[in-house]
């Protein structure tokens, strides 16, 4: 099989720089992530001034702050650097994404909250976790996040995984059958980011031995990644 794949000429695709959509259309949703997406279409109407939106590592967080973001013309605050954005704030809304990644700010999240209340303005934080999980230490800081609204996201499920993979395929003008979609969503890790991942690897494939997306193509690829391989032979 190698013997006979080393004859066959391959073509070096190149990268032709297919970004993250981060756009309101380019949103799958389904009943993991529509609880947030509602959440995030009805601003300003919001519950409280800060809203989190708390879920699993590639479950979407990014993407629906990125679409508040810019629905918002929110500013987007260095969880390391908070006391530097407060002061010219003013009153426009503000986002930190992954606040919980590393140790939290406290003094600074405590103020930026303050003056986000004070200017009737809104704050939008994403985390892995629930706040009461951020072993806040701070009193007065542990009262504001308990104020604030909290929204889970989970693991995407079968439809939205499927939503998203097939999205994927379309934005690079890829036709792919159906049974090799549902054969990924079997098949990878619940996780928009690895769907990501999987999808620029077929692609690439598929372009270097120019052949369709199959579904033999997809168990390789996956089989690939699995494995933890950077590159597979082919």
């Known amino acids: 099989m190698a013997a006979q794949q080393a004859d066959t000429p391959r073509q070096l695709p190149l990268d032709l720089g297919h970004g993250t959509g981060y756009s309101r259309d380019e949103l799958v949703v389904s009943g993991?992530?529509?609880q947030a997406a509602s959440l995030i279409d009805r601003w300003p109407d919001w519950p409280s001034p800060v809203v989190v939106l708390a879920g699993p590592p590639g479950s979407g967080k990014t993407h629906l702050a990125q679409i508040w973001r810019d629905r918002a013309h929110a500013v987007a605050v260095d969880p390391g650097r908070i006391g530097e954005?407060?002061?010219?704030?003013?009153?426009?809304p503000a986002l930190i994404d992954d606040v919980d990644k590393a140790a939290i700010d406290e003094q600074g999240l405590f103020h930026l909250i303050n003056a986000v209340r004070g200017a009737g303005s809104t704050l939008l934080l994403t985390a892995r976790r629930f706040p009461s999980a951020w072993r806040v230490a701070?009193?007065?800081l542990v009262s504001r996040l308990k104020a604030a609204a909290t929204v889970e996201i989970h693991e995407p499920d079968d439809l939205l995984l499927a939503g998203v993979i097939t999205k994927l395929f379309a934005d690079r003008q890829i036709e792919v059958e159906p049974h090799v979609v549902q054969y990924l969503v079997r098949r990878i890790e619940r996780s928009l980011g690895t769907a990501m991942r999987v999808v620029e690897r077929l692609d690439r494939a598929a372009l270097e031995r120019k052949t369709p997306i199959t579904r033999a193509l997809a168990a390789e690829t996956v089989s690939a990644m699995d494995e933890g391989q950077g590159e597979f032979d082919i």
């Not at 954005?85 to 426009?92: E, Y």
């Open 85 to 92: 954005h407060i002061a010219g704030l003013g009153v426009r």
């Open 32 to 34: 993991t992530n529509a």
């Open 138 to 140: 701070l009193p007065d």
